[in-house]
T-cell receptor, first 113, second 114 residues
């Protein structure tokens, strides 16, 4: 069975600082990996996804994520955070054998001015 | 395209009341699903559908019913609301049925059961 862990419930950063949100997954083969963002009062929106190939994936809003098979990780990064990035971030893992991805519990990003 | 729409946005129910949360999508997606979001629990799958007339249970199906008579609509019914069903409910759709498909989410319905 697939599973995903987001170790950090909350992350606080200053505006302009760099950001890294952690995601670890459990799955035997190469997984499908996703990052979604949920702005306050909104539904989830896809930031980026990894299927295969280049392990560094570029997404929207200046975000990127790197798939590291040896560490079973898919961490999300942004070089300079903006106040509008304050949101809830969800990592998800899927596989060819399932209909649907499994979501992590989310990481809440707080941005200080 | 409006994408995935959900109504109502907010609802307050008394214990034992019934209601239907509406979900519609105009992207001709075969796959639709319902999630609930609770603090510290992330998203948990309630029910999903792989096409009109076909539904199945997710992780937390108890207390909820669904049906899928058309490709566009996927309502979620609470037959007898309980305080434990206080949550934010999200409907999602996707183009395909595999674990690699992008999910498109609606804006959510906030439900309070007193």
């Amino acid at each position: 069975a697939q599973s995903v862990t987001q170790p950090d419930i909350h992350i606080t950063v200053s505006e302009g600082a760099s950001l890294e949100l952690r995601c670890n997954y459990s799955y035997g083969a190469t997984p499908y990996l996703f990052w979604y963002v949920q702005s306050p009062g909104q539904g989830l929106q896809l930031l980026l996804k990894y299927f295969s190939g280049d392990t560094l994936v570029q997404g929207i809003k200046g975000f990127e994520a790197e798939f590291k098979r040896s560490q079973s990780s898919f961490n999300l990064r942004k070089p300079s955070v903006h106040w509008s990035d304050a949101a809830e971030y969800f990592c998800a893992v899927g596989s060819g054998g399932s209909y649907i991805p499994t979501f992590g519990r989310g990481t809440s990003l707080i941005v200080h001015p | 395209n409006a994408g995935v729409t959900q109504t109502p946005k907010f609802q307050v129910l008394k214990t034992g009341q019934s209601m239907t949360l509406q979900c519609a999508q105009d992207m001709n997606h075969e796959y639709m699903s319902w999630y609930r979001q609770d603090p510290g629990m992330g998203l948990r799958l309630i029910h999903y559908s792989v096409g009109a007339g076909i539904t199945d249970q997710g992780e937390v199906p108890n207390g909820y019913n669904v049906s899928r008579s058309t490709t566009e609509d996927f309502p979620l019914r609470l037959l007898s609301a309980a305080p434990s069903q206080t949550s934010v409910y999200f409907c999602a759709s996707s183009t395909g049925l595999g674990g690699g498909e992008t999910q498109y989410f609606g804006p959510g319905t906030r439900l309070l059961v007193l």
